[in-house]
């Protein structure tokens, strides 16, 4: 897939449309003089809004449109300090470079107040849990080992006890906002009489169905933290089946939450687009169409213009018609002596389909390793078609006698079939496997997964 094409996130992201000054004015005891940013996070990444030059430990940043809600932070090559801004947009923060987080004060921020209360005792929590940690390594029994690692639970469990009260404490504040994207949901008690499967499962679900409780979709201040980029994938990774199906049922839940903002659902659109561009997994491709059909070729997706839709266009045109699940598309070529030869004519329980082409060096190591898959499965109903792609007969030849290639041999040498656009052939080796109706059930896999991925097939038939 082009990966170029989907590199459009951080661009359909303002940073605050009304006009209004922000001012933050930062004091920084030991700083020398240097150059100091105002960034801020986004997903997994930090951007810089800012820039100015420190002089003597003080810097002011200001401009003539308001900060977005979310977490920020002071940059310099020796110094990094975090911060929120809310809708209080002129404030100041003084500090120290030895000591930033203990000696940092705040004047006319109460949200910053209340961040930093969170900032203190989450310090205290990391660094009691570290002195806790290195007590490990001079401990002679299990009973010390036990005594320590429960003294770090407690330890930890003071701090998810004291966000909770800091929570309640300010609920209309940005840091309640930011706790709920730390906290997860409880462990709770199944019911009795549930078997260990059905208490695991009952638990797994009680954690998915409440895993954005709290979680206000329509407040886009949830979207410059580095929490609410890992929430997303955790739910999409870790708590949904990785089957396309129930991926695309994740990703239609996320988006179409009620209440749900433009800028979070733009967001997460090209997040979960960019994810599946280029996916990982066999049939994940699926998900890339979904989210192109779905959000950008409908019309919801108004961040983008036509030059990119255009190219989602043309993705798709190339990704449909050989998703997994789909008819193989027809595949009407030679063999040898140039007699026509249908896809379609050949039974067979399973056909491999190995695309290839006769001047590629990783074609020339793995079509022995596929021949001799195919020598060790033909008698179970496996069949193999090695298609070159390229249209030189004399290589083409040459490339099966040196190789003793002893499965049907196809090519198109006279540019007759659409076949490498409609299998998507952008490199080589390419493999699909087909059922006896001639579905895919497998592409673009490694030739060593073949035996892994027939014998699971063969299973299945014995079932």
């Given at each position: 897939?082009?990966?170029?094409?989907?590199?459009?996130?951080?661009?359909?992201?303002?940073?605050?449309?009304?006009?209004?000054?922000?001012?933050?004015?930062?004091?920084?005891?030991?700083?020398?003089?240097?150059?100091?940013?105002?960034?801020?996070?986004?997903?997994?990444?930090?951007?810089?809004?800012?820039?100015?030059?420190?002089?003597?430990?003080?810097?002011?940043?200001?401009?003539?449109?308001?900060?977005?809600?979310?977490?920020?932070?002071l940059y310099t090559p020796n110094y990094f300090l975090e911060f929120v801004v809310t809708d209080e947009q002129t404030f100041s923060i003084s500090s120290d470079s030895k000591n930033p987080l203990l000696n940092k004060k705040v004047s006319g921020s109460e949200q910053n107040e209340i961040f930093l209360k969170f900032q203190v005792k989450l310090a205290e929590t990391q660094t009691s849990s570290k002195e806790l940690q290195e007590t490990l390594k001079d401990?002679?029994?299990?009973?010390?080992?036990?005594?320590?690692?429960?003294?770090m639970r407690e330890i930890d469990k003071a701090n998810k006890?004291?966000?909770?009260?800091?929570?309640?404490?300010?609920?209309?504040?940005?840091?309640?906002?930011?706790?709920?994207?730390?906290?997860?949901?409880e462990d709770i008690e199944a019911s009795e009489g549930l078997t260990d499967q059905e208490i695991r499962q009952f638990k797994f679900q009680h954690y998915k169905d409440h895993f954005f409780d709290g979680i206000d979709f329509g407040y886009e201040g949830i979207l410059r933290t580095p929490l609410f980029h890992d929430r997303i994938l955790e739910y999409v990774d870790k708590l949904t089946s990785p089957d396309p199906d129930s991926l695309i049922n994740a990703v239609d839940y996320l988006v179409n939450r009620e209440g749900i903002s433009p800028e979070v659902f733009r967001y997460i659109i090209v997040t979960l687009t960019n994810k599946f561009s280029q996916p990982k997994m066999m049939g994940h491709d699926a998900v890339f169409v979904h989210l192109a059909q779905n959000y950008y070729l409908s019309g919801r997706a108004t961040w983008a213009d036509e030059k990119?839709?255009?190219?989602?266009?043309?993705?798709?045109?190339?990704?449909?018609?050989?998703?997994?699940?789909?008819?193989?598309?027809?595949?009407?070529?030679l063999d040898t002596t140039l007699s026509p030869i249908s896809l379609y004519d050949i039974d067979a329980k399973y056909t491999v389909l190995f695309f290839y082409d006769p001047d590629c060096g990783h074609c020339k190591k793995q079509a022995p390793l596929a021949l001799d898959?195919?020598?060790?499965?033909?008698?179970?109903?496996?069949?193999?078609?090695g298609v070159c792609v390229a249209t030189d007969l004399d290589?083409?030849?040459?490339?099966?006698?040196?190789?003793?290639?002893?499965w049907l041999n196809l090519a198109d040498p006279f540019y007759k079939s659409n076949f490498r656009k409609e299998y998507n052939i952008v490199s080589t080796p390419t493999i699909y496997i087909l059922d006896k109706d001639k579905k895919i059930i497998g592409k673009r896999i490694a030739v060593e997964q073949l035996d892994e991925f027939i014998n699971a097939r063969l299973r299945m038939d014995g079932d």
């Open positions: 897939m082009r990966k170029h094409l989907y590199t459009i996130l951080i661009s359909i992201f303002t940073m605050g449309s009304s006009i209004a000054q922000y001012e933050i004015s930062v004091s920084i005891e030991g700083l020398s003089d240097t150059s100091a940013f105002l960034g801020y996070h986004l997903g997994k990444s930090k951007y810089i809004q800012d820039t100015t030059t420190m002089d003597n430990g003080n810097a002011v940043f200001k401009g003539e449109k308001s900060l977005a809600h979310g977490v920020y932070f401990a002679t029994s299990r009973e010390d080992s036990i005594a320590i690692y429960d003294g006890k004291f966000q909770v009260e800091l929570a309640e404490e300010y609920p209309e504040s940005y840091v309640a906002t930011f706790l709920n994207l730390i906290r997860k949901p990119v839709l255009e190219e989602f266009r043309n993705a798709v045109n190339d990704l449909r018609p050989n998703l997994i699940g789909e008819i193989a598309p027809s595949l009407d070529l898959f195919y020598h060790e499965y033909r008698n179970e109903g496996v069949e193999a078609v290589k083409w030849r040459k490339f099966i006698s040196e190789r003793s290639l002893d």
